[in-house]
């Protein structure tokens, strides 16, 4: 009955997914169309992990699937000419990515496996041995949190000493990043 189940769900997020644009398109939209779809509740933390499965699953056929198609351009010659690489810097491809930001700056994204923390949540970046930033889903809202963190009965739990941020708070947030940067050059500067 169970496998059942999760056999609608996974066949509900696939074809979501395919339907989706990847670019604005989060997990929580995801999962929420597919609660929509099936009549479920997938809020829960079981539910939460098998849907995020799904998804990143999916990502990387896709990804694998590009990369398939890459090659095979390439090795029939009707893909641009690429020069020789060296194992290292192949390895280097590996771990960063290349994009561009919304200026059309060029700029690099490390490209290291995903780390999830013991509630589920995508840890991001580790600033610290007790602060982290995560992205995390609370009542079908994505945020943004970066949060000290304690150990108790051997789990990292999330103190209250840290902020959330909705969506559009951290774009805000990440759009005035130029002006604090240069604000701290600035005091650094006058030393």
Do not use: H
């Amino acid at each position: 009955m169970e496998e059942e189940l999760n056999q609608k769900i996974e066949a509900a997020v696939v074809e979501i997914l395919r339907e989706s644009d990847m670019s604005t398109t989060s997990e929580a939209m995801v999962r929420s169309m597919a609660s929509d779809r099936l009549g479920l509740d997938l809020s829960s933390r079981g539910r939460k992990l098998f849907v995020r499965g799904i998804v990143e699953s999916f990502l990387a056929s896709q990804q694998d699937e590009d990369e398939e198609a890459a090659a095979a351009a390439d090795a029939s010659g009707s893909g641009p000419k690429k020069e020789e690489e060296s194992g290292e810097q192949a390895e280097a491809d590996q771990e960063e990515e290349e994009e561009e930001d919304e200026a059309g700056r060029s700029i690099k994204r490390s490209r290291r496996p995903k780390e999830f923390d013991d509630e589920g949540d995508l840890i991001l970046c580790r600033l610290s041995n007790k602060r982290r930033v995560t992205l995390q889903d609370f009542r079908g809202k994505t945020l943004v949190s970066i949060r000290e963190y304690y150990i108790k009965d051997g789990k990292e739990l999330p103190s209250s000493k840290g902020i959330s941020l909705s969506v559009e708070q951290w774009q805000a947030f990440r759009n005035a990043v130029p002006d604090i940067v240069a604000a701290i050059k600035k005091l650094e500067g006058s030393d």
